[in-house]
Nanobody
Framework: QVQLVESGGGLVQAGGSLRLSCAAS????????MGWFRQVPGKEREFVAS????????YYADSVKGRFTISRDSVKNTVYLQMNSLKPEDTAVYYC?????????????????WGQGTQVTVSS
């Protein structure tokens, strides 16, 4: 059974940092792109960042570029999202996703497996 489990969310003040982790089990995703998305109630799920199978290629939403960094440890089957200079508008449930292909993508349809999400709340 494939599982993606996110951790590291929480409450932080504006300007602060959090590091999200996503641990995969049930199969290896070393040949697959991984991504992070976020969602607030009443809105569609929004792309945040994606990383290719090798880690050599990354892609970010304009809203987080320069503040967030996605990385992966293929040995640990884990992907990370380092979030710095957080803003109240970053408040959302953050989801980890495993892609069906090797290359980065901003489209939810390119991802096959999803985690349950972790809440990130940024206070002003």
């Amino acid at each position: 059974q494939v599982q993606l489990v996110e951790s590291g969310g929480g409450l932080v003040q504006a300007g602060g940092s959090l590091r999200l982790s996503c641990a995969a089990s049930g199969r290896t995703f070393s040949g697959n792109a991984m991504g992070w998305f976020r969602q607030v109630p009443g809105k569609e799920r929004e792309f945040v960042a994606s990383i290719s199978w090798s880690g050599a290629s990354t892609y970010y939403a304009d809203s987080v570029k320069g503040r967030f960094t996605i990385s992966r440890d293929s040995v640990k089957n884990t992907v990370y999202l380092q979030m710095n200079s957080l803003k109240p508008e970053d408040t959302a449930v953050y989801y980890c996703a495993a892609g069906s292909r090797a290359q980065v993508s901003e489209y939810p349809s390119a991802y096959e497996y999803w985690g349950q999400g972790t809440q990130v709340t940024v206070s002003s």
